[in-house]
């Protein structure tokens, strides 16, 4: 047993670094035949291969195609765990990215053989397919340097298995000398950061606004005939129609949409290209363009070059604008999600003049409750949302000098405050707005017992008699009519020609 085990690690120190020399005394080739066969040092998940960056020797996973640098960030920055790693989407980003630079890079003279094989790994990052090889969370270097390196290593080293080589080797695909060429974390950070954002305000952000858009303006017209009392400060106004209350929602909804759209066209500006501080070092002419124009192709959207990349790397204002038609977003979802749960209050002691889907039990103590809880997700969410943008503009403000280095921070509130929303949105559509039903006969109770209505007397009686009525009636606990009669200011005629609530809907 003892003797086995010292044989053991001594063919262990006969298995170098790649491209280190041979054990002292043997040739390359008794070194390859002492190391264990690549299926081997491919089956178990706890056997480790070893990778070098310029700091020295790793241990690598062998079931991981990452390497060196992976690892060693993974030692230096262990904060916030699992759930802070970096955003899948940026991940995807990247995969999108590394294949365009590959192609570009072919026209440019790379080997076909090595681009090739670089397009299909980089495709298998984009569809998701290698999610379990990015272990680095956003707590990083602030330019994203580490997950830069984290996708050129899986790239290399998933096209070198493809090939036929050695996980860990280099060759024949080097992560920086070909995954990475023409480019730095410094521009394809930001790049990926953008594809990202563009990427989940198309899919999931606008489908969802404009799903809710949809919704609440069929209520709108559903409601349009319900005639209800306003309210302003919280306190009875005059009257509006239901429609009419709704289609304020529609309205903030469709802006929101707009906001956002507005604030694409910078989203679309890519930096690849402007490599370490803009200017383009090691890249050739037309690199950027056609970098661009790939990554359009590749996703469908109207990606372009960057016009200035020393502002594409030092600033991330395009993000923060984008963050700010979110929060606004948020403020107008805020209103409408506090305005529907307070009119469905109740069901016996609040305003109840919405009847709100009852979807789940609402307490553990009081037998038979429901709550808005619909409501309440949605403004949490729009609380989240307003947070996030808080980190963005302060992440935003510190470009400094050639760099701005927030990146992993600001992409990932601009990812989560864009899939919260659009997510939120559809929840808040089908799990309330659709079901929300008008209490006719509440709506009815309260506008005729308001005070307000003596607003519609204003033009033929002068607002101080109005408002002695009012004051009157409140005091007294009478009504308009009655106490109008009483005070000898009109007849009850007079009072049911004027006093109409249809006829107080709009200007005459």
């Known amino acids: 047993m003892y003797r086995a085990v010292r044989l053991l690690a001594r063919s262990r ?121 990015f272990p680095l969370v956003v707590w990083q270097t602030g330019s994203g340097t580490q997950t830069n390196m984290n996708v050129n290593e899986v790239i290399s080293n998933r096209a070198i298995e493809m090939l036929g080589g050695e996980l860990g080797s280099k060759k024949p695909v080097h992560p920086n000398d070909h995954v990475n060429k023409s480019q730095s974390s410094n521009d394809t950070f930001p790049t990926a950061m953008h594809i990202a954002a563009a990427i989940e305000v198309h899919e999931v952000l606008l489908p969802g606004l404009q799903k809710l858009h949809d919704a609440l303006n069929a209520k709108s017209k559903e409601f349009a005939q319900i005639i209800k009392i306003g309210r302003t400060h919280t306190q009875d106004a005059v009257p509006l129609t239901l429609g009419q209350e709704f289609s304020g929602y529609v309205q903030q909804v469709k802006y929101a949409m707009t906001r956002i759209k507005a604030a694409m066209p910078r989203i679309y500006e890519l930096a690849a290209g402007g490599t370490a501080v803009g200017t383009g070092l090691n890249t050739r002419i037309g690199f950027a363009e056609k970098v661009a124009a790939k990554v359009a192709a590749l996703t469908g959207l109207p990606f372009v070059t960057a016009p200035n990349k020393f502002e594409a790397l030092a600033a991330h204002d395009a993000l923060v604008e984008l963050s700010g038609a979110m929060n606004t977003t948020a403020c107008s979802l805020m209103k ?173």
Request: aromatic share 6%.
């Open 13 to 133: 120190r006969l298995v170098r670094a790649p491209g280190s020399a041979s054990a002292p005394g043997l040739g390359e080739a008794a070194v390859l035949l002492l190391r264990p066969p690549d299926a081997a040092r491919m089956a178990s998940q706890n056997s480790f291969r070893i990778e070098f960056d310029t700091f020295g020797e790793l241990k690598v996973p062998n079931d991981k195609y990452y390497g060196a640098q992976t690892v060693r960030s993974t030692m230096n920055f262990k904060i916030g765990g699992v759930t802070e790693r970096m955003p899948i989407p940026v991940i995807k980003a990247f995969g999108i990215l590394k294949r365009a630079a590959a192609e570009v890079n072919q026209d440019y003279g790379l080997d076909s053989k090595i681009a090739e094989a670089i397009m299909k790994a980089a495709d298998e990052v984009a569809e998701g397919k290698l999610n379990d090889h």
């Open 336 to 508: 409408i999600a506090n305005d529907i749960r307070f009119l469905g209050s109740g069901p016996r002691s609040g305003l109840g003049e919405l009847i709100l889907p009852e979807n789940e039990p609402g307490s553990s103590i009081m037998p038979g409750k429901v709550n808005p809880t619909q409501c309440e997700a949605l403004t949490m969410v729009a609380a989240q949302v307003m947070g996030n943008h808080v980190a963005v503009t302060v992440g935003g403000s510190n470009g400094h000098f050639e760099l701005n280095v927030f990146k992993p921070m600001m992409i990932k509130n601009v990812l989560h405050s864009a899939r919260l929303l659009g997510d939120a949105a559809v929840s808040f559509t089908e799990n309330c707005v659709m079901g929300i039903q008008a209490n006719t006969e509440r709506i009815s109770k309260l506008m005729s017992e308001s005070l307000m209505l003596v607003t519609a007397l204003n033009p033929h009686i002068g607002y101080d008699k109005a408002a002695k009525i009012a004051k009157t009636a409140h005091k007294n606990g009478s009504t308009l009519k009655a106490t109008a009669i009483e005070l000898g200011y009109l007849t009850a005629e007079q009072f049911d020609e004027w006093v109409k609530p249809k006829d107080m809907l709009g200007p005459k």
